[in-house]
T-cell receptor, first 113, second 113 residues
Framework: GAVVSQHPSRVICKSGTSVKIECRSL??????MFWYRQFPKQSLMLMAT?????????EQGVEKDKFLINHASLTLSTLTVTSAHPEDSSFYIC?????????FGPGTRLTVL | GESVGLHLPTLSVQEGDNSIINCAYS??????FIWYKQESGKGPQFIID?????DKRQGQRVTVLLNKTVKHLSLQIAATQPGDSAVYFC????????????FGKGTHLIIQP
């Protein structure tokens, strides 16, 4: 149980383009979705928190207009990196949660050229 | 600010030996901690957790110790195997389960044959 998928697993894009990352909980419904970002050789940093049907709450320093989060249902959330720049290159990991339990997706490696 | 940190960035042990990974946290109000294992290019994998009303918790080949007096957490892995090579993170619940996790810096555990 508790299978989480992310798509795509890897994406390379040109600077200035937008990239959408999908996160699905395949066999459970998540009350809350967390999105984390991890730069090379660093730890995971929480970017934003969202609940189904509500606007996401962003951490300090994370631009809400740049990282658009849509939490369409209890099993699907998307993160769109708009007007991506090389400094946005990172490993993005979603984490659907049920109560105190957080599950993690396999991550999406974004490389912006 | 409040943070969760690790003492050693890299730990190298011989296969079959025991390993201990340490973590310090600064928020004395924290009441729930989790250890994760992350292999290269993958999302974090839950190992073991502990709540603040406990000092020790054991799993299969792993033990977590919590010392609330000095705000210290450790992960012990017994009889290490090559598959244990990974980066290990301690994480602290930010509060109420709805606020995400604060991750430590990570320790890269290397198992030598």
């Amino acid at each position: 149980g508790a299978v989480v998928s992310q798509h795509p697993s890897r994406v390379i894009c040109k600077s200035g383009t937008s990239v959408k990352i999908e996160c699905r909980s395949l066999d459970f419904q998540a009350t809350t979705m967390f999105w984390y970002r991890q730069f090379p050789k660093q730890s995971l940093m929480l970017m934003a928190t969202s609940n189904e049907g509500s606007k996401a709450t962003y951490e300090q320093g994370v631009e809400k207009d740049k990282f658009l989060i849509n939490h369409a249902s209890l099993t699907l959330s998307t993160l769109t990196v708009t007007s991506a720049h090389p400094e946005d290159s990172s490993f993005y990991i979603c984490s659907p949660s049920v109560g105190d339990t957080q599950y993690f997706g396999p991550g999406t490696r974004l490389t912006v050229l | 600010g409040e943070s969760v940190g690790l003492h050693l960035p890299t730990l190298s042990v011989q296969e079959g030996d025991n390993s201990i990974i340490n973590c310090a946290y600064s928020n004395s109000a924290s009441d729930y901690f989790i250890w994760y294992k992350q292999e290269s290019g993958k999302g974090p994998q839950f190992i073991i957790d502990i709540r603040s009303n406990m000092d020790k918790r054991q799993g299969q080949r792993v033990t977590v110790l919590l010392n609330k007096t000095v705000k210290h957490l450790s992960l012990q892995i017994a009889a290490t195997q090559p598959g244990d090579s990974a980066v290990y993170f301690c994480a602290e619940f930010r509060g109420g389960g709805a606020d995400g996790l604060t991750f430590g810096k990570g320790t890269h555990l290397i198992i030598q044959p």
